[in-house]
């Protein structure tokens, strides 16, 4: 911690000129600011500084350790192995983390996941999660190394106590129009995956209409920003941009995510979702010294689901984390809302577009996601999607299902999802998911 005192009226004026602020400034601001010596307004005016000028790979280093240190951190040198995380930048349908950290612990690779809920139209997995009857994913830090130290992976969400520096910082971004900066997101993601003692991370850098970065040039940026944190904390970080611009797999949903996940487990699941699964576990096993080669670490996941110790290490998670697993053995037993509308294609030809973002924000106003921080969200209600960009489909033929509780909100959901659907007369190849890799 920095004893030294510096002036953040100066401080403000040396970032707001485009000056670089040295490292024991940066550690003196973010204690200050936890500990309420420096107040909003003057860290609202520091935000839109860097918002404006950015931050130096040096800065932003020094920016990442103060706020990982801003609270408690992990200490999982007790547990045997490399501890390995992955994290999503988020996105529409995004559930892989549901299959994958069971898929990746049953091939003996530590897994201290903490994840996050829903924000804006993505969706969450500690909200997923929690449409299992029963399932806790709150832990104080010993609950959590003694979940970890037991199972090897826990699907847990942000301790409060870890990094309250991203807290305090993000609720501030959110109300002065600072959060889509490049060195405010990576440093937000990254102190909180470093807070968990990681030894390395795979990071699931999504791009396109239903991602935070649009354009793949600002995925890269953010990626190799986020691969430049980790390397100045000797973490090894490697980045996968990929394909966000139709949702990921055919469930929108919060219980219907579970239910596909649990496909995916068993075997089966939509072909990009499994994709992106296997892409990331096969560095997964790598980065965790488990596998020596990506062809040697598929052969261990498909080993894993095929003989059916991934669908018990899911069971053994839920179990652990006061879930009722005879929701896992028959996910029928999961809410589902009783009505259904049937989305139709109104033309004949091939589907060009299935936007994520309209039929994120479509699953949010069914009351999958919350419009308010404190809105409870609906965990029986979602989009099951039939047509994807590259499907061939006649008038008539069905392009999403949407599973609903009440009817103002099936008009709410039908009028963002308006024109989501892009229907033409000419084939189309189904895109790519992977589209570029940084390390
Ligand atoms: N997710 C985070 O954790 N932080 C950000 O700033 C943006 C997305």
């Known amino acids: 911690m920095s004893t030294t ?29 936890v500990d309420k010596t420096i107040p909003d307004y003057q860290m609202s005016a520091l935000l839109m500084a860097i ?30 192995g490399k501890k390995i995380d992955k994290h999503s930048t988020g996105g529409v ?61 826990v699907l847990g969400g942000q301790s409060a106590t870890l990094v309250p520096a991203d807290r305090l910082i993000y609720a501030l971004r959110d109300a002065s129009a600072t959060v889509p900066s490049v060195p405010l997101i990576s440093s937000s993601i990254m102190s909180k995956k470093l807070a968990e003692d990681l030894d390395g991370l795979v990071l699931d850098v999504k791009v396109g209409s239903g991602a935070f970065m649009k354009t793949i040039e600002d995925a890269r940026l953010l990626a190799e920003t986020m691969v430049g944190i980790g390397a100045s904390h000797d973490t090894e970080v490697v980045a996968f941009l990929t394909n966000m611009d139709q949702p990921l797999g055919n469930e929108i949903g919060n219980a219907s995510e ?25 560095e997964m096993l790598v980065l965790g010294g488990v596998a020596k080669t990506h062809e040697a ?36 037993l999961l809410p589902i809302a009783e009505n259904t509308h049937v989305v139709r294609a109104a033309a004949d030809g091939w589907v060009h577009r299935c936007d994520a973002l309209d039929i994120g924000v479509a699953s949010v106003r069914l009351g999958g996601g919350r419009e308010t921080k404190e809105a409870d969200i609906d965990p029986s209600v979602g989009i099951t ?10 008038t008539g033929d069905p392009l999403a299902t949407i599973t609903y509780a009440e009817p103002a909100k099936l008009d709410a959901a039908l009028a963002a999802m308006e024109s989501a659907w892009q229907i033409g007369p000419a084939a189309v190849a189904e895109p790519s998911i992977l589209l570029d ?3």
Not at 106 to 126: E, K, Y
Not at 258 to 282: A, C, F, K, M, N
């Open 437 to 439: 890799e940084v390390r």
């Open 51 to 80: 918002f404006l000028n950015g931050m130096n790979p040096d800065e932003l280093a020094a920016w990442t350790r103060a706020m990982l240190h801003s609270g408690d951190v992990l200490d999982c040198s007790g547990i045997p």
């Open 5 to 33: 005192h510096f002036s953040m009226v100066e401080l403000i004026g040396v970032k707001r000129d485009g000056g670089i602020l040295p490292d024991d400034a940066l550690t003196w601001i973010i204690t200050a600011y």
């Open 297 to 332: 670490a598929q052969d261990m996941l498909s080993d894993a689901v095929e003989s059916g110790r991934a669908f018990e290490m899911f069971r053994r998670i839920v179990a652990s984390q006061g879930g009722d697993v005879a929701v896992v053995d028959d996910p029928g």
């Open 385 to 394: 999607v039939h047509a994807k960009v590259g499907a061939a489909v006649e």
């Open 93 to 153: 349908g995004d559930k892989v983390t549901i299959p994958l950290a069971p898929i990746v612990a049953a091939c003996g690779v530590p897994i201290p996941m903490m994840s996050g809920r829903g924000l804006g139209h993505t969706g969450g997995t500690r909200d997923k999660l929690e449409s299992i009857r029963g399932m806790e994913t709150a832990f104080d830090p010993a609950t959590f190394m003694d979940l970890l130290r037991r199972n090897n992976v």
């Open 258 to 282: 579970i239910r596909e996940s649990i496909d995916v487990l068993q075997g089966g699941g939509p072909p990009d979702l499994v994709e992106i699964t296997y892409l990331l576990g096969r």
